[in-house]
């Protein structure tokens, strides 16, 4: 299957002529945004918190201190995951058809932290490789008192939905004839040169897999 | 009052020092971002779903069709809002201390429907002028259809906090000596040339305003 299918919790309910339920569209979504929103239920109130993530096939994973509200509250607990890349600044004729050009994928499911210890160093590596390929064998692995303290979480990637828009503005007939300005102003995220550490050991360089860090 | 009150609601959890409860910081990161994250509850799960916003005082704006789940359920209703910059990665020599730069801000609250008509014509202005000053009195107002097709909420910023991570790695004593990179990976949203409507009306130049756009 290169689509997830579409039920009533998945299916776009706005616009949905932009929405794409395709594995790969979706996979792509994830893989390239550094970072998603998860939103849990506390006290009978939402919260949204700001988390990286990684992806291990069809399923999505987090990490978080074990003490974290997070966590405690994600474990066997219906999720939602958003993942929204910002890509342009939608400018129409009339205020009305602004708008703004994004990738965004949303996932509905339950959470589980990992409990099988290869499973768990394997998300791990997973989250490492996500943000910087070819990291994980070059920095310390995490030892006994620091594996304690954490936990990893994983979810089923089936509810999963993207959402993309991708273009210039419509507008309606009557007000291309307007004098105002229309189009698109791009947005990218870009990444700056790499600072060294204050506290760097001599002799130490920025290594091969960090230059030009880029998502693409 | 300088400072957002601490309560059990808005008081951070986690790495309680990287807290900012100051107006000038929550409204400083609110007013940079092109867009939020609102958490909202609807048929007993969290949903989080990507939306522009802007601030009107210590009150935040969004908008959305009418018809929408995110208007139809966040009125009267308890929201939490979400706003993330990133600003870096943090590559540490022990994978524990990898970690990312940031500034969030978190808000909850009841969000609630403006029906005053000059409130909702400022708070559109406010969410337009929030993404591009200067746009308001350059594009077609909206019209009584689309005003009727469009709600306006807005959430009161009280419970309010921001987290702010802005540093170097923190790395264990015995690790320093490690010959691994350490560092920070700076990371920028960044703005492209403007790109023409390929619709565009003869003799139409980009306005002064789009010129050179930046959110600093």
Same mark, same amino acid.
């Given at each position: 299957?290169?689509?997830?299918?579409i @039920?009533? *919790? &998945?299916?776009?309910?706005?616009i949905?002529?932009? !929405?794409?339920y395709?594995?790969?569209?979706?996979?792509?979504?994830?893989d390239? +945004?550094?970072?998603?929103?998860?939103?849990?239920?506390?006290?009978?109130?939402?919260?949204?918190?700001?988390?990286?993530? +990684?992806?291990?096939?069809? #399923?999505?994973?987090? %990490?978080g201190?074990?003490?974290?509200?997070?966590?405690?509250?994600?474990? #066997?607990? @219906?999720?939602?995951?958003?993942?929204?890349?910002?890509?342009?600044?939608?400018? !129409?004729?009339? %205020?009305f %058809?602004?708008?703004?050009?994004?990738?965004?994928?949303?996932l509905?499911?339950?959470?589980?932290?990992?409990?099988?210890?290869?499973?768990?160093?394997?998300?791990?590596?997973?989250?490492?490789?996500?943000? +910087?390929?070819?990291? $994980?064998?070059? =920095?310390?692995?995490? &030892?006994?008192?620091?594996?304690? #303290?954490? !936990?990893?979480?994983?979810?089923?990637?089936?509810? !999963?939905?993207?959402?993309?828009? +991708?273009k210039?503005?419509?507008?309606?007939?009557?007000?291309? =004839?307007?004098?105002? $300005?229309?189009? *698109?102003i791009?947005v @990218? #995220?870009?990444?700056?040169?790499?600072?060294n550490?204050?506290?760097?050991?001599?002799? *130490?360089?920025?290594?091969?897999?960090?230059? &030009?860090?880029?998502?693409?």
């Amino acid at each position: 299957m290169n689509q997830y299918s579409i @039920n009533s *919790i &998945n299916k776009v309910k706005r616009i949905s002529k932009k !929405a794409d339920y395709s594995k790969k569209t979706i996979h792509q979504i994830i893989d390239e +945004a550094l970072f998603c929103h998860i939103g849990i239920i506390h006290n009978d109130k939402p919260i949204v918190i700001p988390t990286i993530h +990684a992806r291990m096939d069809d #399923q999505l994973i987090f %990490h978080g201190a074990n003490a974290s509200r997070l966590i405690r509250t994600s474990d #066997q607990s @219906n999720i939602c995951v958003t993942i929204t890349l910002l890509d342009g600044l939608v400018m !129409a004729r009339s %205020h009305f %058809h602004h708008s703004m050009n994004y990738r965004s994928v949303v996932l509905f499911g339950k959470a589980e932290i990992i409990s099988d210890e290869l499973e768990r160093m394997d998300a791990f590596k997973a989250i490492t490789e996500h943000v +910087a390929p070819g990291r $994980w064998n070059d =920095a310390r692995k995490p &030892n006994e008192v620091e594996l304690k #303290q954490t !936990a990893v979480l994983k979810m089923p990637i089936d509810n !999963a939905s993207a959402k993309i828009s +991708a273009k210039f503005p419509t507008d309606e007939d009557d007000d291309y =004839a307007l004098d105002y $300005w229309a189009g *698109i102003i791009p947005v @990218n #995220q870009s990444y700056g040169e790499p600072e060294n550490d204050p506290d760097l050991k001599d002799g *130490i360089e920025l290594p091969e897999y960090l230059k &030009n860090y880029t998502r693409d």
